[in-house]
């Protein structure tokens, strides 16, 4: 094995994947979507897995893209490469947002896609309580663990809803990938386009 091989070699961290899990992808996957990114997952389970990414945010508002939705600063960001015509959300307010689904702690998604409108146009619902995502992350039956067994992703620990949504999302993997020890930090060195170095 060279030594660029094993500085690149993806030591698994332990921790057991499951739904409310941060998956992180390896500095080596040059993918528009999954390149150096870190993906919520919402569901995993023997039917598949399904997730946002919560580190790439566009430049678009969700009242770009929804005729007559409220005009508040909401931005948007790519959730993933499933139904990038659709638009999701996670938000800490399931008092307000029925049919939500809790994922963990204070973290829920979905829910009355009507009474969020409604709340948000009334001041309810503030810019630090919602995240908006355009698609999602799917994945197959045993096509995520298959992946982490590639080497493709490692798994971390959940992260806090107030951490996903007021964290500077363009640091988040960066800080996250410190935030694992020393047998990471060498992936913070690695170029994004190898190619032209």
């Known amino acids: 094995m060279s030594i660029l091989d094993k500085l690149l070699k ?15 992808s390896a500095p080596f996957m040059h993918d528009y979507f999954f390149g150096r990114s870190m993906v919520l997952l919402l569901e995993h389970n023997e039917d598949g897995s399904m997730g946002f990414i919560i580190n ?13 939705f409220p005009d508040v600063s909401l931005p948007l960001f790519i959730g993933g490469p499933v139904q990038t015509d659709s638009i999701f ?33 009334e001041g309810m619902i503030k810019p630090n309580e919602i995240r908006f995502f355009l698609g999602y992350s799917g994945w197959e039956a045993k096509q995520l663990d298959g992946e982490l067994k590639a080497e493709t992703w490692i798994v971390a620990n ?25 047998k990471y930090i060498h992936w913070l060195n690695f170029p994004e386009n190898p190619g032209e170095n």
């Open 56 to 68: 790439k945010p566009t430049e678009l508002y969700v009242s770009d893209m929804i005729e007559g």
């Open 10 to 24: 993806v030591e698994p961290t332990g921790i057991k994947v499951n739904a409310g899990k941060i998956i992180i």
């Open 158 to 182: 959940k992260l806090s809803f107030d951490k996903i949504i007021n964290t500077d999302a363009t640091k988040l993997w960066r800080n996250t990938v410190k935030s694992l020890g020393n």
């Open 89 to 121: 959300f996670i938000h800490n307010r399931p008092d307000l947002i029925d049919d939500s689904i809790k994922v963990y702690g204070n973290l829920h998604w979905g829910g009355n896609f009507k009474q969020l409108r409604t709340f948000i146009a």
